[in-house]
């Protein structure tokens, strides 16, 4: 049995080199695809909003298809739900009616561009009249709600804006078309510039390679006393 103070050899150097572990290496690899995420969702949100101010009439009838898919989407789920077991009885008659006149709206949709764009500016108008209407009146009950006055503001502002479209559907939805082409573009190049700037980020902050990896303070290896 060796006694305590025999030493069983020469005691070799911990490494003073910090070691990859799999959670940095998958913050890196998540860093590294989230500014390839952006920047592809920056250039194809200014290509829509430039097709959007190039071709307005093409957009609205994208517009209008996109709409109607939606339309008979929602129909046919409204109709399924309808004979759904968590239905309760006196709500199926309303969601059969509600995915019917879906349904039936969303043909008419594929009938023309015109009926789509009109029936797209009616469904926008009332949604917006409806809602400002609700947080105006929400908005003037509640005496103590923060904010209050811009909350009156917004739902006036909503109200009047669906009530515009309301009244003359296709020009404005063709004014609504180029504006937002506009916040498109606007917000792709400030997605683009976001990613290029996280790129910039991940390249300074990318840990260097183990060959060029040197301890900060070399101290040189020294024999036992023993030895």
């Known amino acids: 049995m060796a006694s305590p103070s ?19 290496e998958g913050m890196a690899f998540l860093a590294n695809k989230g500014w390839q995420i952006l920047l592809t969702m920056g250039l194809a949100t200014t290509a829509l909003g430039v097709i959007a101010l190039v071709w307005p009439g093409a957009t609205l009838r994208v517009l209008g298809v996109l709409f109607g898919v939606y339309l008979l989407a929602t129909g046919v789920f409204q109709l399924a739900g309808a004979f759904g077991t968590h239905v309760p009885r006196h709500l199926r008659v309303l969601h059969f009616l509600t995915g019917a006149l879906l349904i039936l709206l969303g043909l008419i949709c594929f009938r023309g561009t015109m009926e789509s764009i009109l029936l797209l500016a009616l469904w926008i108008g009332f949604s917006w009249l409806l809602r400002g209407t609700m947080e105006t009146a929400a908005a003037a009950s509640a005496q103590d709600m923060p904010a209050r ?22 020009a404005s939805i063709a004014a609504l078309t180029l504006v937002v082409g506009v916040m498109a573009i606007v917000l792709g190049l400030t997605e683009v510039i976001r990613a290029i700037m996280l790129r910039i980020e991940v390249g300074r902050l990318a840990p260097a390679p183990a060959a060029q990896r040197r301890p900060l303070f070399h101290r040189p290896h020294r024999p036992h006393p023993q030895h």
């Open 6 to 24: 025999e030493s069983p050899g020469p005691v070799p150097p911990r490494s003073t080199e910090p070691q990859d572990t799999p959670l940095a």
């Open 149 to 170: 006055g811009w909350h009156v503001a917004f739902g006036i502002i909503s109200a009047l804006a669906g009530i515009v479209l309301i009244v003359s559907p296709f």
